[in-house]
């Protein structure tokens, strides 16, 4: 069964406002990734969190990896129509990486 | 530029043939992957390959089929076994499993 959880699965965004998406696993992850899917596209990779408590920038987005390696969030801020896509958290319980099963954004104007 | 090149983009079959699709990539990546997407269902592995001549089942395996003879190339046949094999085939490449994974464009399967 899918190891890694996202919540909310559909975000509906007045263009400038903030919003946050949480990604949480049962178990220990080595690393956090996140991945973004335009629609009608494929998933472009983002960033890689690694250490417990990082937070990463790129622009608006922030990145941050919980203390206990259990959890991360994405956190956009003054949201453009260009972030319109389906954000995916994924990380490795396991060898293997598991996906979460994505936040779609939509973005009123 | 280097990258991942799946083909095609749209594949239509009947129900009963097999089918493989293609996923070539140029970036010296050891591991290669693939995955399939369900709308509302995020990415499930199908297979994949960390190295040449070896790979290993996803956690939905079952109807597929794979080779890795080149470390280039990583074709995925869906089989007349796999039950509802309409979907969106997504093949990824990566240096090695702590790496960020890189996606080709994606086969659409219809099977009718």
């Known amino acids: 069964g899918q190891q890694v959880m996202q919540i909310p699965q559909y975000q509906h965004v007045q263009e400038g406002e903030d919003f946050t998406t949480y990604c949480n696993s049962s178990t220990t992850l080595s690393n956090i990734q996140w991945y973004k899917q335009r629609p009608g596209g494929h998933p472009v990779f983002l960033i890689q969190?690694?250490?417990?408590?990082e937070v990463k920038k790129q622009k608006r987005l922030t990145f941050q990896f919980g203390e206990a390696k259990k959890n991360s969030s994405l956190h956009i801020t003054a949201t453009q129509t260009t972030d319109v896509g389906t954000y995916f958290c994924?990380?490795?319980?396991?060898?293997?990486?598991?996906f979460g099963a994505g936040t779609t954004v939509t973005v009123r104007a | 530029d280097g990258g991942i090149t799946q083909s095609p983009k749209y594949l239509f079959r009947k129900e009963g043939q097999n089918v493989t699709l293609s996923c070539e990539q140029n970036?010296?990546?050891?591991?290669m992957y693939w995955y399939r997407q369900d709308p509302g269902q995020g990415l499930r592995l199908i297979y994949y390959?960390?190295?040449?001549?070896?790979?290993q089942k996803g956690d939905i395996a079952e109807g597929y089929s794979v080779s890795r003879e080149k470390k280039e190339s990583f074709p995925l046949t869906v089989t007349s076994a796999q039950k509802n094999p309409t979907a969106f085939y997504l093949c990824a490449s990566s240096a090695s499993a702590d790496y960020g994974y890189t996606f080709g464009s994606g086969t659409r399967l219809t099977v009718v």
């Open positions: 969190l690694v250490k417990s408590g």
């Open positions: 994924a990380g490795h319980p396991d060898y293997k990486l598991s």
């Open positions: 970036l010296n990546h050891d591991a």
């Open positions: 390959s960390q190295i040449v001549n070896d790979f």
